[in-house]
């Protein structure tokens, strides 16, 4: 049998069903289309094909309608099962947790304490790199002055 999915809102479904289930209950085939036999056959097959389905309906609600606590409490059983992990694994990871945001602080503080000495390593080197040249430039300076001295002497 197949079974096809409800897209129908179940509350105004069973509206409907009050409202018009005792008119359709009194329902009776008029005596001017039981003389057309071809349109009688076919408007009682229907008729039958309607009120099996509708039994069938009626027999799916009441089960449906048995089986939905069992559901909600399995469900509520479920939710509570999960939050008492929840609150246990909760529990469990709080102080490991709490370690590493320790730690990860303090490798956030070294990595900045790095950066500020890298930072202090490249002002000296370039110090030093200027040292170096004008040490040089002196060195020529004093080549420079010595050559001339011994070519005057």
């Known amino acids: 049998m197949l079974i096809l999915p409800l897209q129908v809102d179940v509350a105004a479904w069973r509206a409907e069903v009050e409202r018009l289930g005792p008119q359709l209950a009194r329902l009776h085939i ?19 094909s309607t009120k099996q389905l509708q039994q069938q309906m009626a027999e799916l609600v009441q089960h449906v309608s048995s089986s939905l606590p069992a559901v909600q409490q399995r469900v ?10 929840e609150d246990r694994l909760n529990q469990q990871l709080a102080e490991p947790l709490g370690h590493y945001a320790e730690l ?6 070294v990595v900045q304490q790095r950066q500020q000495s890298e930072e202090v390593l ?11 040249s004008r040490i040089e430039d002196v060195q020529q300076q004093i080549a420079q002055k010595t050559d001339k001295l011994q ?3």
């Open 122 to 132: 490249m002002t000296a080197q370039q110090q030093l790199q200027q040292v170096a």
């Open 30 to 48: 008029p005596a001017a289309t039981a003389s057309q036999p071809g349109l009688t056959q076919e408007w009682l097959s229907r008729w039958q």
């Open 104 to 109: 990860r602080r303090q490798v956030d503080q």
């Open 151 to 153: 070519g005057t002497v």
């Open 76 to 85: 509520a059983s479920d939710v509570e099962r999960l939050s008492k992990t």
